[in-house]
């Protein structure tokens, strides 16, 4: 494999604390999603996995299309949500659904994409046999 790029983060303090980027670009307070009273700043790394995986899939969705000859007429729009799990061992896992609305094409064509996206996405990849994924595709047809 070639590399492309790596990006250098750091966390201290777990849940409850704080995690950068070596350059700077993100900083950001953590917060547990589950204690209560939850702050009213900071996010957790579930909110952060969201962000991460609908910006990932959506460019493959967008690559996918591509290479299968279609012509977007909107940037791919992918809306995630992650969810927390306690498994029956006393360990955590997490769970995804992923819709990607996908315009000017049909709704055929959007499962098309969505289904080849997965297979290019390093996020899809990543999860794969790991955890649940689930993915709805929403074409929208150009109008005339």
């Given at each position: 494999?070639?590399?492309?790029?790596?990006?250098?983060?750091?966390?201290?303090?777990?849940?409850?604390?704080?995690?950068?980027?070596?350059?700077?670009?993100?900083?950001?307070?953590?917060?547990h999603?589950?204690?209560?009273?939850?702050?009213?700043?900071?996010t957790?790394?579930?909110?952060?996995?969201?962000?991460?995986?609908?910006?990932?899939y959506?460019?493959?969705?967008?690559?996918a299309?591509?290479?299968?000859?279609?012509?977007?007429?909107?940037?791919?729009?992918?809306?995630?949500?992650?969810?927390?799990?306690?498994?029956?061992?006393?360990?955590?896992?997490?769970?995804?659904?992923?819709?990607?609305?996908?315009?000017?094409v049909?709704?055929?064509?959007?499962?098309?994409?969505?289904?080849?996206?997965?297979?290019?996405?390093?996020?899809s990849?990543?999860?794969?046999?790991?955890?649940?994924?689930?993915?709805?595709?929403v074409g929208?047809?150009?109008?005339?």
């Amino acid at each position: 494999m070639t590399p492309l790029y790596t990006a250098h983060a750091q966390a201290t303090g777990g849940r409850t604390g704080k995690a950068h980027t070596a350059d700077g670009r993100l900083n950001v307070e953590l917060s547990h999603p589950v204690i209560q009273p939850r702050p009213a700043t900071g996010t957790d790394p579930e909110q952060l996995f969201a962000c991460a995986y609908a910006a990932c899939y959506g460019g493959a969705c967008e690559f996918a299309a591509k290479n299968l000859g279609f012509s977007l007429t909107s940037p791919a729009v992918v809306a995630s949500d992650v969810t927390l799990l306690k498994r029956e061992d006393g360990g955590f896992t997490v769970a995804v659904n992923l819709q990607v609305t996908l315009t000017g094409v049909s709704q055929q064509d959007a499962e098309k994409i969505a289904e080849k996206a997965h297979t290019v996405c390093p996020y899809s990849h990543a999860t794969r046999g790991n955890i649940a994924v689930e993915t709805v595709a929403v074409g929208v047809p150009a109008t005339a």
